[in-house]
């Protein structure tokens, strides 16, 4: 993502084998943005062009948080996954 305030760290990449006993945490999305708005957008545009293949992720998940209107305008705190996954998941 040669994009300017895009940056992927991971130490997998195509062909990668991955163990069952993978680490959860295969890859680190870092945006920056001018403001809350602008890094929303660009990390659901990445979250919308990224290709994982061969693992299941939470990369959906992620992308629809990005479209909550709770977290969009910030209202949130370490229960929102728990109040919003109902309806996070029924909107698949």
Avoid: C, W
Avoid at 73 to 86: A, C, P, Q, Y
């Amino acid at each position: 993502f040669g994009t300017k305030g895009v940056r992927i760290d991971s130490g997998v990449e195509t062909g990668s084998k991955i163990s069952p006993f993978y680490d959860s945490m295969i890859a680190k999305v870092i945006v920056h943005g001018r403001n809350r708005i602008e890094a929303i957008r660009k990390m659901r545009r990445v979250l919308s062009e990224l290709v994982i293949d061969g693992i299941d992720t939470n990369q959906e998940l992620q992308y629809l948080i990005l479209h909550e209107s709770d977290y969009v305008k910030g209202n949130f705190d370490t229960s929102f996954i728990e109040k919003h996954l109902d309806e996070l998941v029924n909107e698949r």
